[in-house]
T-cell receptor, first 115, second 116 residues
Framework: AQSVTQLGSHVSVSEGALVLLRCNYSSSVPPYLFWYVQYPNQGLQLLLKYTSAATLVKGINGFEAEFKKSETSFHLTKPSAHMSDAAEYFCAVSHGSGNTGKLIFGQGTTLQVKP | DADVTQTPRNRITKTGKRIMLECSQTKGHDRMYWYRQDPGLGLRLIYYSFDVKDINKGEISDGYSVSRQAQAKFSLSLESAIPNQTALYFC???????????????FGPGTRLTVL
């Protein structure tokens, strides 16, 4: 069975500091991996996705994530946090065939950015 | 205009009442999903539909039912609401493989449901 674990339900960084949100997955087949962001009172929107092409994936708003098969990880990073990055972030995995369309989400990590 | 809309955005109801949450999309996607979000649990899949004639249970379908009235409309019903169904509910859509980015889902703004 596939699963996703996000380490740390809350992460706090200072504005301008590195953002690192951790995600580990479990999958018996090559996974598609996603990071979604949820701003307050809004639905989720896609930040980036890994679909077995380049292992380093660049997304919107300066975020990127690296797929590491040996570590079963897909951590999200941003070199310099901005106040507008404060939100909840979800890592998700879908079936490797790409045809099921079902996503399994992690528990979410709330990012706080301090001035 | 939003591509995925949900109505109502907020609803307070009482135990035992029947509730319907509606989702409409203008993205032309075949696949639609209903999730619920609870603090600390992330999003969990309730039901999903790959086309008008294809409805499937997700991981937490008990106490819920759905109707896919058209390609663009997917409704979620709580036949007899109970307090532990208090949550934030999201509808999402995705294109079928070949129509666009496989597996990317596009979410509505959510419906906050409170069952007293």
């Amino acid at each position: 069975a596939q699963s996703v674990t996000q380490l740390g339900s809350h992460v706090s960084v200072s504005e301008g500091a590195l953002v690192l949100l951790r995600c580990n997955y479990s999958s018996s087949v090559p996974p598609y991996l996603f990071w979604y962001v949820q701003y307050p009172n809004q639905g989720l929107q896609l930040l980036l996705k890994y679909t077995s092409a380049a292992t380093l994936v660049k997304g919107i708003n300066g975020f990127e994530a690296e797929f590491k098969k040996s570590e079963t990880s897909f951590h999200l990073t941003k070199p310099s946090a901005h106040m507008s990055d404060a939100a909840e972030y979800f890592c998700a995995v879908s079936h490797g065939s790409g045809n099921t369309g079902k996503l399994i989400f992690g528990q979410g990590t709330t990012l706080q950015v301090k001035p | 205009d939003a591509d995925v809309t949900q109505t109502p955005r907020n609803r307070i109801t009482k135990t035992g009442k029947r509730i319907m949450l509606e989702c409409s999309q203008t993205k032309g996607h075949d696949r639609m999903y209903w999730y619920r979000q609870d603090p600390g649990l992330g999003l969990r899949l309730i039901y999903y539909s790959f086309d008008v004639k294809d409805i499937n249970k997700g991981e937490i379908s008990d106490g819920y039912s759905v109707s896919r009235q058209a390609q663009a409309k997917f409704s979620l019903s709580l036949e007899s609401a109970i307090p532990n169904q208090t949550a934030l509910y999201f509808c999402a859509t995705s294109p079928k493989a070949g129509q666009g980015l496989t597996d990317t889902q596009y979410f509505g703004p959510g419906t906050r449901l409170t069952v007293l």
